[in-house]
């Protein structure tokens, strides 16, 4: 493994980091309404999985000796804590907290869509879904779960072809399905805020049993 970082290693690293603002949110939103509680859940995960990534520069954390295994295992943590704090307060609370956890994440896309388009030029379908993929994290990327199948200005379509989360929410006796609503709200609001013009929309294949998701994002 190279001991020298490529602008991919500080792209995901910055994912990383999103995902765990995402965490820090919901966590701040579960605290206020459920209290000390989520404090103890949240430390036991962090005692556990791992804590969230310091407030420092790649250069200052990650082992340069083992780049791709550091930045493997920091998604790892971090979608473990996110699993495990999630499914614990829902055995608790239900669907109060699960409404709470969505309104999250749709307050996050909301926010990071308007960030990227602060940042990117974003006319077309494929520039929303290019900046998209700055901001949701997918593993790694040469695990390439995402492919394109229609590419044009006012529409494009990409399928899933396996699931990188569901492992980390079976393991703590999660439901993935929840998963994937917090996921759809959060692109939703992300392509909403990123262009008005555009919206998005997911479903499962009926007839496709290689596709896990089928994903559009087309002009209104």
């Known amino acids: ?6 602008p991919i290693h500080t792209w995901l690293f910055n994912k990383i980091k999103i ?26 995960a962090e005692e556990e999985f791992g804590a969230p990534l310091e407030d420092k520069p ?11 295994g550091w930045l493997q295992s920091k998604i790892t943590a971090a979608e473990t804590r996110e699993a ?53 994290l997918e593993g790694m990327p040469c695990d390439n779960v995402n492919s394109v199948t229609l590419n044009e200005d006012d529409k494009l379509q990409w399928a899933t072809s ?16 929840a998963f994937y609503s917090f996921r759809a709200e959060f692109v939703k609001q992300f392509v909403q805020n990123a262009n008005s013009s555009f919206t998005y929309s997911v479903s499962k294949p009926e007839d496709d049993t290689t596709i896990v998701l089928l994903h559009e994002i087309k002009r209104i």
């Not at 790649?58 to 791709?68: G, K, Y």
């Not at 396996?162 to 399905?177: F, Q, S």
Request: hydrophobic residues 40%; charged residues 30%; glycine residues 6%.
């Open 19 to 44: 995902q765990e603002d995402l965490e820090k949110n919901i966590i701040l939103a579960l605290e206020e309404k459920y209290g000390k509680e989520v404090k103890y859940i949240t430390a036991a």
């Open 162 to 177: 396996r699931c990188l989360h569901k492992g980390y929410w079976e393991a703590v006796n999660g439901d993935i399905d």
């Open 84 to 136: 495990v704090i999630l499914t614990k307060t829902f055995e608790k609370h239900g669907k109060d907290a699960i409404d709470l956890v969505l309104s999250i994440h749709s307050k996050m896309g909301e926010f990071y869509g308007k960030d990227a388009a602060s940042k990117y030029e974003l006319d077309t379908a494929p520039e929303i879904f290019n900046a998209l993929n700055n901001y949701i």
């Open 58 to 68: 790649i250069e200052e954390l990650i082992d340069t000796s083992n780049i791709h």
């Open 1 to 6: 493994m190279s001991r020298f970082l490529a």
